[in-house]
């Protein structure tokens, strides 16, 4: 059984890009969450999706976007890049609305914006 | 606001020596706390949750947590530390079930442990 996938796995983009994510969850999960983790800290949340409706938002600038699909996969898309937003950006998924469940997280995506 | 600290930025032990990596937590609520590790350039992985129940949880990889409601606590142990153990270690908080809230995961600042051989 496939865990959680996210791709690209690596990226490099340019200041003022616009840049899309790609998360897969593990098969029957209908919730996935997106956090983004900054060197040296923990990971923030930024986004929680349930049955493709957004159920949450953490303290992001609206540069942050995302969307799920009929398939529960999700995108997540960040316009005009800053430096700032280099990070490891983490998927996870859980069986209902992670009610009392834990959260499976996928690889990451590391994106450095140059 | 919910909150998650882990006091400490590195934890060194020697292999076979008992292992603690300390976790408190500021919450409203009956708190949904969970350890997650992370291996360089690796996606964090669940090593245990406590939702209710028995405050020693066990987990993966001999992994086990002690929930203290008094001293609002919830710290990683393991017995016997192993070299392959040396990651990097995050306590996490869930928001408690309610009205509008999402399920969002609270992560402490992570914890480096090092186990030297």
């Known amino acids: 059984d496939a865990g959680v996938t996210q791709s690209p796995t690596h990226l490099i983009k340019t200041r003022g890009q616009h840049v899309t994510l790609r998360c897969s969850p593990i098969?029957?999960?209908?919730?996935v969450s997106w956090y983004q983790q900054v060197l040296g800290q923990g990971p923030q949340f930024i986004f929680q999706?349930?049955?493709?409706?957004?159920?949450g938002r953490g303290n992001f600038p609206d540069r942050f976007s995302a969307r799920q699909f009929p398939n529960y996969s999700s995108e997540l898309n960040v316009n005009a890049l800053l430096l700032g937003d280099s990070a490891l950006y983490l998927c996870?998924?859980?069986?209902?609305?992670?009610?009392?469940?834990?959260?499976?997280f996928g690889s990451g995506t590391r994106l450095t914006v140059v | 606001a919910q909150s998650v600290a882990q006091p400490e930025d590195q934890v060194n032990v020697a292999e076979g020596n008992p292992l603690t990596v300390k976790c408190t937590y500021s919450?409203?609520?009956?708190?949904?706390l969970f350890w997650y590790v992370q291996y360089p350039n690796r996606g964090l992985q669940f090593l245990l949750k406590?939702?209710?129940?028995?405050?020693l949880v066990k987990g993966s990889y001999g992994f086990e947590a002690e929930f203290n409601k008094s001293q609002t606590s919830f710290h990683l142990k393991k017995p016997s530390a192993l070299v392959s153990d040396s990651a990097l270690y995050f306590c996490a908080v869930r928001d408690s079930l309610g009205s509008g809230n999402t399920g969002k995961l609270i992560f402490g600042q992570g914890t480096t442990l090092q186990v030297k051989p």
């Open positions: 098969s029957g999960h209908k919730s």
């Open positions: 919450v409203s609520g009956n708190p949904y």
């Open positions: 406590y939702i209710t129940g028995d405050n």
């Open positions: 996870a998924s859980s069986g209902t609305g992670g009610e009392s469940h834990g959260y499976t």
């Open positions: 999706y349930y049955e493709k409706e957004e159920r």
